[in-house]
């Protein structure tokens, strides 16, 4: 068991950045992959970044290449996004998620444990 705490988000305006952190507590953090997702309203939860326990392989969703940045350090358990070049359609709310599988790290069902999810939002 693990349990995920997101924090960070806020309001910011379009070209601007935020760094999301994402703090792992309970079973020892290195075991698990760990991602970002989002969701819009009225849209379904999409993936964002991945990056797996060894921190030896990054993946990002085509939207978010270039611009966000995921890294983790497994001496404080804790992941992070860090979003450059915000867009008004990167508005969400913003979940870390964990997994002990080493594959599919771009597929929600893959994930186990889930925070609560923290609002970002990008004004025009």
């Known amino acids: 068991q693990v349990q995920l705490v997101e924090s960070g988000g806020g309001l910011v305006q379009a070209g601007g950045s935020l760094r999301l952190s994402c703090a792992g507590s309970?079973?020892?953090?290195?075991?698990?992959?760990m991602a970002w997702f989002r969701q819009a309203p009225g849209k379904e939860r999409e993936f964002v970044a991945a990056?797996?326990?060894?921190?030896?392989?990054?993946y990002y969703a085509d939207s978010v290449k270039g611009r966000f940045t995921i890294s983790r350090d497994n001496a404080k358990n804790t992941v992070a996004l860090q979003m450059n070049s915000l867009k008004p359609e990167d508005t969400a709310v913003y979940y870390c998620?964990?997994?002990?599988?080493?594959?599919?790290?771009?597929?929600?069902?893959?994930?186990?444990?889930w925070g609560q999810g923290t609002q970002v939002t990008v004004s025009s």
């Open positions: 998620a964990a997994t002990p599988r080493g594959t599919g790290l771009r597929v929600g069902a893959t994930y186990d444990y």
């Open positions: 309970g079973r020892t953090f290195t075991i698990y992959a």
């Open positions: 990056i797996t326990r060894s921190e030896s392989s990054t």
